[in-house]
DNA sequence: GCACGCATTGGCAGCGCTGCCAAATAGGTT
DNA sequence: AACCTATTTGGCAGCGCTGCCAATGCGTGC
């Protein structure tokens, strides 16, 4: 009497087989296969039995007994770093949309920001023997870097070109982003910049920026007028404090550039609280293009980085069978009213 | 002297299989899965042996092979409306953290809201014989269900408990959410309520809330004073968009319900640089708990879901075989200095 | 010394499909 | 009618692994 022990009622499964589609439209296994992968030949009347037969039945082809079966699977597998990052989400919406419109499926992982984490990801998804990979960034774990050579899949790598890629690769110059930052402060004058960022140890994008900037504003014969990394990952209210801390402690900054756009509105939340005039006490420069900064009060002047591009553009070529190659997207500045 | 045509050069991949370790350790294939598998019994002696043969040997398992071989996957479908909201990328990662700690993999399909875009995707994640799949909500069309139902895979419906489940449901109740927001509002002394809302035969969660709103106002003798509902996504822009539009409509609004976060941060900014004073002029109220929504100057009053846990518990219960269920983990009124 | 139980091991038949090849059939041609 | 080619079809051996079962070895108790 006792029935709900284990789940809840459901007939038990009995899965169709492709010799049971067969069977019902009493042709031979690989006629049915055939026709219901529509490759080689097979007469009109066939194909409609097989069809027929297929939906009666309600086959699902069972995908793991074709791959297993065939040389190379369909599947490829994204490694990112977080979902919650707008980046990574709209790289993967892209990705998707390519992949959708082809038999590939992906098989996603995500790392949060740990290269040992995007390792264990990287084995266990090769597992599947996946005909390909998307990863962020050029910078692996030299374990994960022979595990992906020896795998035999093309490989992907988004968001970054300063480097030495695998393989493919799809993205702009973090450096360069980093130093068009800064030659726009300094061409609108502002000349004691800050810098307010986050996490550099785990996002080494980020990083590469912070030293572009650098570069330009030394090449400007500046120099940083003061710095606040906050060990965590970025977030408004990281950005938020760091810029509070950044002026409780140093006067005189006219400019503060963040690590990116989450950072920056942070800022932009305490200068309005503050009562602080941007730009004219303080000019704010962001990274990245959150949808949400162009819509406060002041758009934020910021660097946009055509991230949905990027992930159709890797995915299209991984399927595609390119060569390996390196696609320079670039980026754009965002003129708003914050610097 | 060509050899740039295909690819990157790359040693032709030779895959090391379970019987090469058999070999290599010099004892029976089964002895092997056995040990690699750490199932059944076999002597320290042995264990070594193969250990290091498959580490000589650099073998990764083929989980196509072994899932085929086996009776069950142990992969998991996983279906959401978007990566870009935080509230699926959030649901996710709680999802993700569990799966991390299990040998279960997951794999993801997008649906963009699209009901027929998740049919697509059930029947093709399917073909990997999941032994579960993650749904966002409880409407799916009619063939999706049934397939669903007929997979024989344990299926965790998450984010809404208004409906019937099909097996574990994981979530809160959507209008009891709206419920408490307008009586939130209407214990606050707001009389002339709005609305401001998205593309709500998409959203079928976001209509839900709109409708225990509406009612609760009505059990207080109230009524809706306008609405304006923007045809697209929710997004920054759409909620500035939208309360313009009934501003400029309708005077003597007290107070605006905007259908998500996001919507009622566009309100907020529109209330910036319009300079109407919130929550005096007008009070904003909105719902998910957007992280950004805590750090703008005012905090945003709102509505928090513990999207997380609700994608931990439901792929624990998923994996964990536990039986069908519905688990109410509730939400949280957030009193900001908006409303 | 022999039977018994338990731990350990290897052989082998599939899992459901695809790829190869040979067989059967159809459609002309002389 | 015999012959040839092109199309259509079915049989069957794997893909790499797991699950089952039988075989082996070894320590115990009588």
Redesign the interface.
Known sequence: MTD?????N????V?VTLSDVAREARVGESTASRVLRNQGSFSERTRSRVKAAAERL?Y??????G??ASTG?RLIGIVVP???N?V???V??GA?AVLDDTDF??????TDYRQEQEERLV???????PAGFILAGLEHSPAATT?L????A?IAELLDIDGAG??IVVGFSNEAAGRASARHLVARGYRRIGYVGHDLDRDLRAAKRFRGFAQALAEAGLSLHDREVVGQPS???AG?DGLARLLDRRSGLDAVYFSND?MA??GY?LC??RGLAVPRDLALFGYNGL??A????QPLTTLRTPRLRIGEIGARLLVS?A??QVVDVGFELVEGATA
């Open positions: 709900d022990d284990a789940g809840p459901r007939i038990p499964f899965p309600g699902v082809p069972n995908r793991i007994a791959t297993l699977s977080s979902f919650a707008i990574f989400a709209e993967l919406r998707n499926q992906s098989v996603i992982g995500v084995s266990s998804l090769l597992a599947w023997r595990m050579k020896a795998s035999g093309r695998l393989d977030s408004v209210e938020k989450d509105l942070g939340f309005l609280a949808d949400i162009r819509h406060t009060p069978g060569p390996a």
